[in-house]
């Protein structure tokens, strides 16, 4: 069964009941009375009186985990399985009094939600499957009630699942379907609202109720948050990131397509706020204490296992964070701190991206330099690359920008594409002497060749080969490569004569789907102007609200888009 569900928080696997012949002490309640700065208001429905709704079959699954979850990590849960219209008033207004009382006030919903009319509405499960304008807010619960209950806190977070893969869950019998309201249509963005919604899938993409595929007891996304949560000291930009990135390659090979996680909104000190806090601060680097002594193998056990765990495919193909994030679900990061002072040049690499990151540790890009650095004197083209990044971007010595470049250079004569094209951008783009964009369309050619997206995007856009640019980056999206839909969304939505917006929509789409800023951008236009589909003010406004409000607002072209989108809307 197929179900949106954005599940916003975190989910701790509740420990068995099963047991022996004598009685085990039955779990503490997850809902329990308990004092604390951090609320969650967590709603499982599964169940509706009229048969006529989709049954959720892992709703309620999900919400208990949930609810097991955030109890373990410090909250004050208060849970509702299969609730009632009165059921959720009643528990809103509790929760907005817990929550102007708390730091953090998180609200997780798994059920069937629409919008109809400007307004989003979750669905109780005493609600009818038919009503009128009139009778709404008196059967259903409008989203921005326990919105505004948990914005009453300073940090506010919402997970929704609101089975937003159908367009038509409800029948507004008076509705004027031809009018500007239109029918009711997929759970839309909030108005007001001061923190992040986590969506567990994209408008229009699908979402899945179970992993294993059908017959899980937990959702893709549910399993990811609960997974990611039980990692300490990641910051909820990181955690949102991957967990996306978890459900989106956890659901590739799914029957119905991949199943993609987006956020709206942000907090304003998001980098520094952690669903789960870290529960201690990682030992300083071996360097900084030359007298300690060695760390014992036995301290070290897990970290090893972890970073053994590592092979050479997924340095090549994943990025830094998520390799140290999956590292830390298995070890903690004393351990990981220990085996890189040890000298492990890839247990090096993993910590140094933690606090570069600030990921389970707390930021320190001083000592992130050195055990990058002492990590890529293993000369792996995907570690050298990392740290050449580091000193383009963070390094704040003389001589780190020619650093940067040998080191890119290193990786580049390896044959790496990522090295090869991040070189030639730094090429092409430098003021003379140092600019050789020659050399950088060498460079992008060869990573190109690889089939390496930005580099075919970067021979059409700098180069002028626009047409052998067009069939890679059609190729690569046609395989599945939602990069690839991005960078030929970039390169053909515009308004050049060269240009061929009309071809890219679906492009467009697909990467806006991925979360990827400056496509929701080109979408909102493309939307707004008719060009590869028809026009629809309400579309267009839904993805250029998501593009100002993404997570990850990205370069100069998103601003183009937006400023084209309101010339047109």
């Known amino acids: 069964m197929i179900r949106k569900l954005l599940a916003f928080a975190l989910f701790l696997l509740a420990p068995s009941l099963a047991g022996p012949a004598v009685a085990a002490a039955p779990p503490p309640r997850c809902d329990a009375d308990v004092a604390s700065d951090r609320v969650a208001l967590v709603v499982g429905n599964r169940r509706y009186l009229d048969q006529r709704w989709e049954q959720l ?25 299969d609730a009632s219209r009165d059921d959720l008033a009643a528990a809103v207004a509790l929760f907005g009094d817990l929550a102007a009382k708390a730091e953090t006030a998180v609200f997780y919903f798994a059920g069937h939600g629409f919008e109809y ?34 914005n009453r806190a300073k940090h506010p977070v919402a997970f929704l699942d609101a089975c937003r893969s159908r367009a038509a869950i409800v029948r507004v019998v008076d509705a004027d379907e031809k009018g500007p309201d239109g029918p009711p249509g997929f759970i839309g963005l909030p108005d007001r609202f001061g923190g992040v919604v986590f969506y567990s899938t994209a408008r229009g993409s699908v979402a899945y109720d179970a992993r294993p595929f059908p017959t899980g007891t937990n959702s893709p996304f549910a399993s990811a948050v609960v997974e990611w949560l039980a990692t300490p ?13 978890d459900v989106k390659s956890g659901t590739e090979r799914f029957p119905y397509g991949v199943q993609s996680p987006i956020p709206y909104g942000q907090l304003p000190d998001q980098n520094r706020f952690y669903l789960r806090r870290a529960a201690a601060v990682a030992p300083a ?18 970290a090893r296992a972890a970073i053994a765990a590592i092979t050479p495919d997924d340095l090549a193909r994943e990025d830094g964070p998520i390799l140290a994030a999956r590292v830390l679900k298995r070890a903690r990061p004393e351990q990981i701190a220990a085996l890189a002072g040890s000298g492990d040049e890839l247990a090096q690499y993993v910590y140094g991206t933690m606090l570069y990151l600030g990921l389970g540790v707390p930021r320190d890009p001083v000592a992130a330099r050195g055990f990058l650095a002492d990590a890529a004197r293993s000369g792996n083209p995907a570690v050298l690359t990392v740290y050449a990044y580091f000193l383009q971007f963070l390094g704040d010595r003389p001589g ?24 030639a951008y730094m090429l092409y783009t430098a003021p003379p002497p140092e600019q050789d964009r020659a050399r950088a369309m060498a460079l992008w050619r060869a990573a190109a060749g690889a089939d390496y997206p930005y580099a075919a995007y970067a021979l059409g856009y700098y180069g002028g080969e626009r ?14 490569s939602r990069s690839a839909d991005n960078w030929l969304c970039q390169l053909e ?6 240009q061929k917006p ?33 026009v629809s003010a309400k579309e267009a406004k839904y993805w250029a609200r998501l593009a100002r409000n993404s997570l990850s607002p990205s370069d100069a072209q998103l601003g183009t888009y937006l400023d084209w989108y309101e010339k047109k809307k």
């Open 57 to 81: 079959d892992n709703a309620r699954s999900d919400s208990r985990q949930v609810c097991a979850a955030f109890a373990a990590s410090g909250f004050r849960v208060i849970l509702l399985e």
């Open 233 to 245: 000291g990641v910051n909820l930009t990181d955690y949102i990131g991957f967990v996306m990135e």
């Open 400 to 423: 780190d920008r020619a650093e940067a470049l040998r080191v890119y250079a290193q990786a580049a004569e390896a044959g790496y594409a990522k090295a090869q094209s991040n070189l």
């Open 117 to 150: 009319a400007g307004d989003n509405y979750l669905v109780p499960s005493d609600a009818p499957t038919e009503t009128s304008r009139a009778n709404l807010r008196g059967l259903f619960v409008n989203l921005a009630e326990p919105l505004a209950a948990a």
């Open 493 to 498: 939505a515009g308004t050049a004569p060269e």
């Open 467 to 480: 047409d052998a640019a067009r069939t890679r980056l059609a190729a690569l999206a046609a395989a599945g």
């Open 502 to 534: 009309e071809t890219v929509f679906a492009n467009c789409l697909r990467a806006a789907q991925d979360n990827r800023p400056v496509a929701m951008a080109a979408t909102a236009w493309l939307y707004a102007t008719g060009k590869g589909v028809a």
């Open 285 to 302: 680097p071996a360097a900084a204490l030359p007298t300690a002594a060695p760390a014992a193998p036995s301290a070290m056990a897990e």
